[in-house]
């Protein structure tokens, strides 16, 4: 008799794996996206079963993880739900139809599939797929990357989420309905570990051939989403007040990202900004580009003047990276970076704040040099994909051990 054949008769059938479905819109891709695909091809395939389940297909995030070699399932066609959209008596009104009618559809979806936990990551995933989830006889977990008084992490998670999970401390909810600290776990977001440095000179040396800069030209960064969060103006105004105090520095700054669909445009801003300053020629917008590597490698320093960033993705980045860092102390970014040592912090909302720092990196090589090596070591021990899976599979397997119990039960 085989040994598998051996193992069923002694002991019973093993337990089936636990199916979970990973809901996303399809029509961008960010640090939450990466995150969370990281997540999904570094899971036990022995214990796990994820299902990355996409409404709208063709488009960036089915291309990304069709090149991760990640298959995915497009949704039943439904409304996608925003907790910040249609406020009003009327447009509640709607949203519940809408709710209503996404429910029916989503919940046989979910039972056909024989999913045990939805597991969402982002603010429209959370309020169209959170009712379905639990009327489907599955569980929810909720992943928070957004502000602590965001509504639905206030509201409609207390409710309906078995378990919270936030990427730093700063994100726990502020004001919950219902007492959440039962079910909230803090566990920082998976991080591939580059398995080799970017050639620096070579990475500063291609984008000043790319933008016919002189070529003593050296280059700080902002990297990530354009978004009011993110603060994008505000990194023109840093770059603005050290050339105020360095007028004759070769210095420009490169903004890679781009403004995510249905949003305000706040390129434009930057440019009206710039230009308002009086320095377009220092400000170059240098949309989204992949990998990272390069880009972080071109950079003296990653400036990140956002407010309420839950915990940038791209300071550890960076940090991996070993470009030195420069945020605002505020939001998650205290938890990533330790003043002085691994990085800098500066008072948010002052652009003059950057310049002290800026200028000890720039004119400092041995100082340049300590952060960066300092930032990447303990970027590598802190930050891996190891601790973040393994987290996160507890969790799956917390939140249907009952049913592994009752299969285990029925099958003796």
């Known amino acids: 008799m085989l040994l598998a054949e051996k193992t069923m008769e002694q002991h019973g059938p093993l337990p089936r794996k636990i199916t979970i479905a990973f809901p996303f819109v399809g029509d961008k891709l960010g640090g939450s996206h990466i995150s969370a695909a990281g997540l999904i091809a570094g899971l036990d395939r022995t214990r796990f079963d994820p299902l990355i389940v996409i409404h709208r297909s063709g488009l960036v995030l089915e291309r990304y993880m069709h090149e991760r070699g990640l298959p995915v399932t497009l949704a039943p066609e439904v409304d996608i739900l925003s907790p910040t959209k249609d406020r009003g008596l009327k447009g509640g009104i709607a949203r519940a139809r809408s709710l209503m009618r996404n429910t029916a559809r989503l919940v046989p979806f979910l039972r056909a599939n024989a ?115 993110k603060q994008p103006v505000a990194f023109v105004e840093a770059v603005h007040a050290f050339l105020q105090s360095y007028p004759d520095f070769a210095l420009a700054g490169l903004i890679f990202g781009t403004s995510p669909p249905n949003r305000p445009d706040l390129g434009e801003d930057v440019k009206r900004r710039a230009k308002a300053l009086g320095i377009s020629d220092r400000i170059h917008l240098m949309g989204f580009r992949t990998p990272v590597a390069p880009c972080m490698g071109a950079l003296e320093a990653l400036l990140v003047p956002a407010l309420n960033e839950p915990f940038g993705r791209t300071l550890i980045e960076a940090m991996l990276l070993g470009t030195p860092v420069i945020a605002t102390n505020h939001g998650g970014n205290p938890e990533a970076i330790e003043d002085g040592i691994t990085g800098y912090l500066v008072e948010p909302g002052k652009p003059d704040a950057f310049v002290a720092p800026l200028t000890w990196l720039l004119t400092d090589r041995q100082q340049w040099h300590h952060i960066s090596s300092t930032a990447r070591t303990q970027a590598l021990i802190k930050y891996g994909d190891k601790a973040h899976i393994d987290g996160i599979s507890k969790l799956y397997e917390r939140l249907v051990a009952h049913r592994t119990q009752s299969e285990c039960s029925q099958s003796r």
Request: include cysteine; glycine fraction near 6%; charged fraction near 20%.
């Open 115 to 229: 999913v045990d936990i939805v597991h969402t990551n982002d603010s429209e995933m959370h309020a169209t797929w959170a009712l379905a989830a639990r009327l489907s006889g599955g569980k929810l977990l909720w992943h928070h990357r957004a502000d602590p008084l965001a509504q639905g992490v206030n509201t409609l998670a207390p409710l309906l989420a078995n378990h919270i999970v936030g990427v730093s401390r700063f994100v726990q909810p502020a004001r919950p309905l219902l007492p959440i600290g039962h079910k909230f776990t803090v566990l920082h977001s998976p991080f591939d570990h580059p398995s080799s440095l970017p050639d620096r000179e070579a990475c500063r040396r291609a984008f000043v051939d790319e933008l016919r800069l002189p070529l003593n030209t050296r280059f700080v960064g902002y990297v990530g989403g354009l978004v009011a969060r």
